[in-house]
């Protein structure tokens, strides 16, 4: 089975950092896309950032710059370095999985394999 846990989120002023981790198990990393999204209170979830199986990144548009994507396949975890925060980046951020290709991997519909998210705040 596969399983994803996101750790790392917390509480941060506007302008600092924070990283997420997503450990995986029962993923075969040369197989399967991974991404981060995230879910603020009242609106739908949305792609932040996604790597294939070779590891190329792909951002969301909103994240370019500020947000990175990055796995490391000796500790099976995907890591999401966030730097100059926003209010706007409030939210509750989740790790997600599938097979590789995907269509849209910026869509959460492509995802089968999901953790419980880890809660970000910015004030």
């Known amino acids: 089975d596969v399983q994803l846990v996101e750790s790392g989120g917390g509480s941060v002023q506007a302008g600092g950092s924070l990283r997420l981790s997503c450990e995986f198990s029962?993923?075969?990393?040369?197989?399967?896309?991974m991404g981060w999204f995230r879910q603020a209170p009242g609106k739908e979830r949305e792609g932040v950032a996604t790597?294939?199986?070779?590891?190329?990144?792909s951002h969301a548009a909103s994240v370019k710059g500020r947000f990175t994507i990055s796995k490391d396949t000796v500790k099976n975890t995907l890591y999401l370095q966030m730097n100059s925060l926003k209010d706007e980046d409030t939210a509750m951020y989740y790790c997600?999985?599938?097979?590789?290709?995907?269509?849209?991997?910026?869509?959460?519909?492509?995802?089968?394999?999901w953790g419980q998210g880890t809660q970000v705040t910015v004030s």
């Open positions: 790597a294939d199986t070779d590891g190329d990144p």
């Open positions: 029962g993923i075969t990393y040369s197989t399967y896309c």
């Open positions: 997600a999985a599938n097979y590789c290709p995907l269509v849209g991997p910026l869509m959460d519909y492509e995802y089968h394999n």
